[in-house]
């Protein structure tokens, strides 16, 4: 346990106290579903303000100005969209296919009062949603993640994206078939970790 609590995080975000005590309540949830649904890896659990809530919260400041609608892609237990919806994204859409995940999702969004909407279904059957980002975490190689974000921004929007130590491999093998303009962000709770954000997707 590294000692990185709620009060670390506020200081770190620079979060409301309603705000810290919205996702203070997450993290509750978090703890009580854990046991019965494979949430997040079990290790991570003792360090969750760290390894979950300030990795997902260090994307806010990423964002774009005035983004309005953010797709995040396979979702899990929440991390990163919920948590941006949290910090105050406006309209969030989690597309997570695990029946019981997303049963976990909406009683967070509705306890925290998060303006989220939750797709109980695959990403490539999710149509009809034009994001100004999309996001994920720890989900699939780029080639794909790229081939999955495109439907929601085309080229005008951005992707925001936590990619660990094989993100050069990844960024090489997906130029066959994508142009884009990456940027890289220096991961704060991980050292092999890297945000990168990009722009100007287009297929190749």
Same mark, same amino acid.
């Given at each position: 346990?590294?000692?990185?609590?709620?009060?670390?995080?506020?200081?770190?975000?620079?979060?409301? &106290?309603?705000? =810290? +005590?919205?996702?203070?309540? *997450?993290?509750? !949830?978090?703890?009580?579903?854990?046991?019965?649904?494979? @949430?997040?890896?079990?290790?991570?659990?003792?360090?969750?303000?760290? &390894?979950?809530? =300030? +990795?997902?919260?260090?994307? *806010?400041?990423? !964002?774009?100005?005035?983004?309005?609608?953010?797709?995040? @892609?396979?979702?899990?237990?929440?991390?990163?969209?919920?948590?941006?919806?949290?910090?105050?994204?406006?309209?969030?859409?989690?597309?997570?296919?695990?029946?019981?995940?997303?049963?976990?999702?909406?009683?967070?969004?509705?306890?925290?009062?998060?303006?989220?909407?939750?797709?109980?279904?695959?990403?490539?059957?999710?149509?009809?949603?034009?994001?100004?980002?999309?996001?994920?975490?720890?989900?699939?190689?780029?080639?794909?993640?790229?081939?999955?974000?495109?439907?929601?921004?085309?080229?005008?929007?951005?992707?925001?994206?936590?990619?660990?130590?094989?993100?050069?491999?990844?960024?090489?093998?997906?130029?066959?078939?994508?142009?884009?303009?990456?940027?890289?962000?220096?991961?704060?709770?991980?050292?092999?970790?890297?945000?990168?954000?990009?722009?100007?997707?287009?297929?190749?």
């Amino acid at each position: 346990m590294s000692g990185f609590d709620a009060v670390a995080f506020q200081e770190a975000t620079g979060v409301s &106290r309603e705000t =810290l +005590d919205r996702l203070i309540a *997450y993290e509750g !949830l978090l703890r009580k579903w854990q046991p019965k649904i494979n @949430l997040v890896g079990p290790s991570t659990l003792p360090d969750a303000w760290k &390894r979950h809530f =300030l +990795d997902s919260a260090q994307l *806010y400041p990423l !964002l774009p100005d005035h983004t309005r609608v953010l797709v995040d @892609l396979g979702s899990g237990a929440g991390f990163p969209g919920l948590v941006l919806a949290i910090l105050g994204v406006p309209q969030v859409h989690l597309i997570e296919s695990d029946v019981r995940k997303c049963a976990f999702l909406r009683e967070v969004a509705r306890v925290c009062e998060a303006p989220v909407t939750v797709h109980t279904k695959r990403i490539e059957t999710v149509t009809g949603i034009d994001a100004d980002v999309v996001t994920a975490r720890a989900l699939a190689p780029l080639a794909d993640l790229f081939g999955w974000a495109h439907p929601f921004i085309g080229s005008r929007g951005k992707c925001l994206f936590l990619k660990g130590a094989a993100l050069d491999d990844e960024l090489t093998a997906s130029t066959r078939y994508w142009t884009m303009e990456p940027e890289r962000f220096d991961s704060r709770t991980d050292p092999s970790g890297t945000i990168l954000r990009v722009s100007d997707l287009e297929r190749a």
